[in-house]
């Protein structure tokens, strides 16, 4: 496998998951969460906490920066996103709320890299996690391996969205709100719940992100507008369309700039970063509302027509 291609596989399914959790959380809260960045960063510390200290591989440790990250989250809803929509804050409030805990966890995140050096003489600051995988297929395994764990992770999602009595009130709740509230359906655990599972996919999809970019404290401020951008291009309406944005970003920063650097040079990798984002605009010129809003089903259906048309 082309190392662009398995850096970019590994990379996409981490931004994938932090996509798809900026837009869980915005079309069940209205809520921009800007803390994703912080709570990525975090999902990556403690994998390489558990790493350094514990040993053993990276994998092992991803259920435990999953239910950290969903802590970050549950302390975000009931410290602040919760007492703000009880008094109807407007979008925006709720908006800057969330940077307001990132700072304050971006904090705590450089406090607890002073911790790791002076208490066990580690150096956080700048870690390759990928030094701790192993070969797999003659290649990383993070390559084959991070993708299932995302397909497998979005794959329950769906399931617990689609066939439980609690993810069909989800649904019934970001479809409407009022309507599900005037049908008993306690709004207020769907939306610590949505946090929960937010915070969650933000913690994993960064772990993820680090097995192919350098681990460091602002790693997340870092790649928090191509989290955005994924979740922009996939549609804000659809948690799928963010998740695939994500991915079609990630995918497309690495495959854009290996063939740019090999047409142009390699003065080309320090415009990594806009390769992706003018995908997204030039994207959302054509289809507004992102990629969930490509009417997909009537483009195959004339497609067949055509077709049929064409051999009668």
């Known amino acids: 496998m082309a190392p662009w291609l398995s850096s970019g596989l590994v990379y996409a399914s981490g931004l994938a998951l932090t996509a798809g959790s900026v837009t869980l959380l915005y079309i069940v809260t209205r809520t921009f969460n800007f803390a994703v960045a912080s709570m990525a960063t975090i999902g990556f510390y403690t994998v390489y906490t558990g790493v350094t200290l514990f040993g053993g591989l990276p994998y092992q440790y991803y259920p435990f920066a999953f239910i950290v990250g969903s802590i970050t989250g549950f302390i975000c809803y009931y410290g602040l996103n919760r007492p703000l929509l009880r008094r109807q804050a407007i979008e925006t409030t709720l908006m800057m709320s969330t940077l307001g805990y990132d700072l304050i966890l971006l904090s705590m995140i ?47 999602l769906h399931i617990f969205l689609t066939k439980t009595k609690f993810g069909v009130a989800m649904r019934a709740t970001i479809e409407n709100p009022i309507l599900a509230g005037a049908s008993g359906i306690n709004s207020d655990r769907v939306y610590l719940v949505s946090w929960i599972i937010g915070g969650g996919m933000a913690a994993l999809g960064g772990s993820f992100m680090a097995m192919a970019m350098t681990g460091t404290p602002v790693m997340g401020m870092y790649t928090i507008p191509l989290m955005f951008a994924g979740a922009i291009l996939g549609g804000l309406g659809s948690i799928y369309g963010g998740i695939l944005g994500g991915l079609v970003i990630g995918l497309t920063e690495y495959a854009g700039v290996f063939l740019l650097s090999q047409q142009f040079g390699p003065w080309v990798l320090g415009y990594r970063m806009g390769i992706p984002l003018f995908i997204m605009a030039a994207t959302l010129l054509v289809f507004p509302r992102g990629l969930s809003g490509i009417p997909l089903l009537k483009i195959i259906k004339n497609f067949a027509e055509q077709k049929r048309g064409a051999r009668a």
């Open 110 to 156: 450089q406090m607890y890299a002073d911790f790791l050096t002076h208490t066990y003489k580690i150096f956080p600051r700048r870690v390759t996690m990928s030094l701790f995988d192993f070969e797999l297929f003659g290649d990383r395994a993070a390559a084959f391996i991070l993708p299932v764990i995302a397909i497998g992770f979005l794959t329950i």
